[in-house]
Structures are given as structure tokens and as C-alpha cells.
């Protein structure tokens, strides 16, 4: 079992929808999750990140953590079409795991 | 200030031939982190250097090395390349070692796509 663990997609929505996504993961010896954002032909930028159970809000994202079932989710809010991007969950301890991230579509 | 850089950004190579891959950091950051990114596998890490020391280690073959310079700029080289050693090749700097601290962020280049013929 991979360490964490994320639905490829693609996922598509209509503009203006709350977006969810969401990320298992399988070691809790780690100390923070993070998203990151990737855009084609591009690296993959941090967005977020929270280390404790709830959630973390910043802007249209919030960032969403049950450490008790090991789950991590992010929402978008008001999701626009400069959204679409894939979305990579990732925790953090002296290396970095990530998921092998969820491609989004935001549809005018 | 400027990102981090990478280059080339583009990459052909045969079978059994090696390459060797630049990175630049952002000025300051002293970590630099090398990543492998395909489809079937998605992000792995490969290693990270922190002041000319490799600190961190992937489960790599030993075909996958690395170094970093006094300036903190690194290489990474792969030899006797195989069919799937053709990735995206990614490259992330940051102030410090990676380490528990969501601060320490990691800043990614665009990155270096590799395809092996």
C-alpha cells in the first residue's frame, strides 16, 4: 500500500461548484500535509498546509484533515476555470511523499 | 527574485547512454531536492542535497546520482539510461534541510522532461 493515497481523475465540474478532494494515507509518523497545485508543463507550486485535525482556510481553498481516519481533503470554493490544474496531496516528515495527484477540469 | 532553473528542459537520449541534468536554486536556498514524476508512478523523490552533502535518499538505483556545487547549483546524472527513466525530472530548493517544518517550503522548477529511445 502506498503511503498516500489519491484518486487520479480526472474530475470535472462546472464553474462556480465546491470542489472536494481527497487524499488516504497509510503512515502516522509524519507532521504535515500539503497540497500542491500543478499546471501543465509546469513544477508543482505549495497551496496549502495544515498539520492538525480540522480544517485551515485560505481564500476559496480550505484544507481539511481527520488524522482518525487518516484522511485529508481540500475544497474550492467558487472553483473558476483558472483551477483546473492537478492537484497533488503530500505529507511531510524528513522527506517529502506525495500522491500521484487528481487532474481537474473546471468547465466555463 | 528569480526561481529555480533547470536545464535542459528538453531531453532525448538512446538506451545504455547517461545524462546529466542542472539545476539552480533560488538565490539563498541551500537545500536542493530531485524529483522523478511519470504517470504510472506519479512524484518520487530521488535525493536532496543541503551544503555539497547528500542529507536524504529515495529508493533509487545507484544509476541515479547527484551532487551539489559550493554555490548550491546541483546535478543530477543517470546512467546506462533505461526505457523507464523517461520522466519529468524535477528539481525544488529550499532555505533549509527538509525537515518537519512546513516552513522550510520547497520552491519546484519547471523542470526537465527526459525521453529514452
Known amino acids: 500500500q502506498k503511503e498516500v493515497e489519491q484518486d487520479p481523475g480526472p474530475l470535472s465540474v462546472p464553474e462556480g461548484a465546491i470542489v472536494s478532494l481527497n487524499c488516504t494515507y497509510s503512515?502516522?509518523?509524519?507532521?504535515?500535509f500539503m497540497w500542491y497545485r500543478q499546471y501543465s508543463r509546469k513544477g508543482p507550486e505549495l497551496l496549502m498546509y495544515t498539520y492538525s485535525s480540522g480544517n485551515k482556510e485560505d481564500g476559496r481553498f480550505t484544507a481539511q484533515v481527520d488524522k482518525s481516519s487518516k484522511y485529508i481533503s481540500l475544497f474550492i470554493r467558487d472553483s473558476q476555470p483558472s483551477d483546473s490544474a492537478t492537484y497533488l496531496c503530500a505529507k511531510r516528515n524528513d522527506k517529502i511523499i506525495f500522491g500521484k495527484g487528481t487532474r481537474l477540469h473546471i468547465l466555463p | 527574485k528569480a526561481g529555480v532553473t533547470q536545464t535542459p528542459r528538453y531531453l532525448i537520449k538512446t538506451r545504455g547512454q547517461q545524462v546529466t541534468l542542472s539545476c539552480s536554486p533560488i538565490s539563498g536556498h541551500r537545500s536542493v531536492s530531485w524529483y522523478q514524476q511519470t504517470p504510472g508512478q506519479g512524484l518520487q523523490f530521488l535525493f536532496e542535497y543541503f551544503s555539497e552533502t547528500q542529507r536524504n535518499k529515495g529508493n533509487f538505483p545507484g544509476r541515479f546520482s547527484g551532487r551539489q556545487f559550493s554555490n548550491s547549483r546541483s546535478e543530477m546524472n543517470v546512467s546506462t539510461l533505461e526505457l523507464g527513466d523517461s520522466a519529468l525530472y524535477l528539481c525544488a530548493s529550499s532555505p533549509a534541510r527538509t525537515s518537519g517544518r512546513p516552513t522550510d517550503t520547497q520552491y519546484f522548477g519547471p523542470g526537465t522532461r527526459l525521453t529514452v529511445l
Open positions: 503512515n502516522s509518523a509524519f507532521q504535515y
